[in-house]
């Protein structure tokens, strides 16, 4: 699915890493920023730096950085769409999707992994066949694996 570049800068205008980050960090002004402890690792004193006039954050300890839609995708664990369509819940949207594209998309991916599939079978069918003993001898026979393993 491809998401609008338009919806994207919206969604990223609406979703004020200040708030977002506020809900999984307590967070501490100190002049024009805020900083808190990280939390992707543990510490005790605080080096995760959070930038509301530029929308981005960086931890100085483990180094992750980016910005409120990097920061949902690290925290969450969530994949860029899923990440998208979290932040849009959160800010009351909805991401528009084009199902024709998803669905042209989603034909072509199935059809690239079919052909990813078959050329695996072949290969493996070429390595475990007597043409696979070219002029190299047999190159299972070269390791110490056993045949099962392969």
């Known amino acids: 699915m491809a998401i609008p570049a338009h919806f994207i800068d919206e969604l990223v205008a609406r979703c004020d890493i200040a708030d977002v980050v506020a809900d999984y960090v307590p967070l ?3 002049g024009g920023s805020l900083w808190g402890c990280c939390p992707f690792h543990s ?5 995760f730096h959070v ?4 929308q981005m954050y960086k931890c100085f300890g483990c180094g992750k950085g980016g ?13 860029y769409p899923d990440a998208i369509r979290f ?4 800010a009351g ?6 199902r024709e594209e998803n669905g042209a998309y989603r034909r072509r991916r199935e059809r690239l992994l079919e052909l990813n599939r078959e050329a695996a079978r072949f290969f493996h069918a070429s390595l475990r066949g007597p043409g696979g003993r ?5 190159p299972f026979r070269k390791t110490e694996a056993s045949q099962g393993t392969f």
Request: net charge negative.
């Open 134 to 138: 070219g002029r190299g001898g047999d």
């Open 51 to 54: 930038v509301p006039e530029r």
């Open 28 to 30: 501490t002004r100190k």
């Open 93 to 98: 949207l909805e991401v528009p999707e084009d």
């Open 67 to 79: 910005g409120v839609i990097n920061f949902i995708m690290e925290i969450e664990n969530l994949s």
């Open 87 to 90: 932040l849009a819940k959160r």
């Open 43 to 47: 510490e005790r004193t605080p080096s």
